[in-house]
């Protein structure tokens, strides 16, 4: 394989982005100057390095020397809630609305209605353990309203059953669109569908 179907290829891997763009980025790769490529280069390869894994509700952050998160560290932050989020990004768009003060749970992905794809089920049951010991009162399903975000929510309420006398379980209010995904949902919407969140 050439240099430029390989690197094409490699980005072809990216979500969202197919073989034909994944080529167009390696055009744009080779218009740009050689320092901006190096730029780009050594910023992929320092991510290892300079990112890290919270070992809490396992979003990436910039670690520094502290495992954990900011939000996760933070002792003034609501014990009493832990909202499940499909990925980085969406707990991003609900600290943007600020609006919710409690802890949060990346569940890393969506379980998609073919049977493929994979939620962080073993980490959130040992996290929901944990936070049951803290004063866990409600955990919030903070999914997108997408066909995929109601198929993986259903299966982490059934993965929650065992709890259910415990502690509340909740889901954001629908005032998100019908097939919105969570991360392009703007704050008076998010704080709209928590306030509105309906309990199971
Ligand atoms: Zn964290």
């Given amino acids: ?3 430029i179907d390989e690197l094409a290829t490699a980005l072809a891997r990216f979500p969202g982005i197919g073989p034909r763009q994944g080529k167009r980025f390696v055009f744009y790769l080779l218009a740009v100057s ?6 780009l280069a050594e910023l992929i390869a320092s991510l290892g390095k300079n990112v890290r894994q919270c070992p809490e509700c396992l979003r ?3 670690g520094g020397t502290t495992a954990f998160c900011n939000y996760c560290s933070d002792k003034t932050r609501d014990d009493s809630q832990l909202m499940l989020v499909e990925r980085d990004q969406d707990l991003a768009a609900v600290e943007r609305a600020s ?3 409690g802890r949060y749970f990346v569940l890393g992905g969506v379980l998609t209605l073919s049977g493929k794809g994979a939620i962080r089920e073993k980490e959130l049951l040992k996290i929901i353990e ?4 803290n004063g866990l009162k409600e955990i919030v399903l903070a999914l997108s309203a997408t066909s995929e975000g109601e198929h993986t929510s259903d299966h982490v309420r059934k993965l929650l059953a065992p709890w259910r ?3 509340k379980i909740s889901e954001l209010g629908r005032g998100l669109a019908t097939g919105s995904e969570l991360e ?6 998010l704080r709209a569908a928590l306030t509105n969140r309906k309990e199971f």
Avoid: W
Wanted: glycine share 0%; no cysteine.
């Fill in 130 to 133: 944990k936070r049951l010991k």
């Fill in 165 to 167: 006398d415990n502690v």
């Fill in 184 to 189: 392009y949902s703007d704050a008076e919407t």
């Fill in 1 to 3: 394989m050439d240099h």
């Fill in 60 to 62: 990436f952050h910039n």
């Fill in 34 to 39: 050689a320092a901006e490529r190096a730029k």
């Fill in 99 to 101: 609006s919710y003060r």
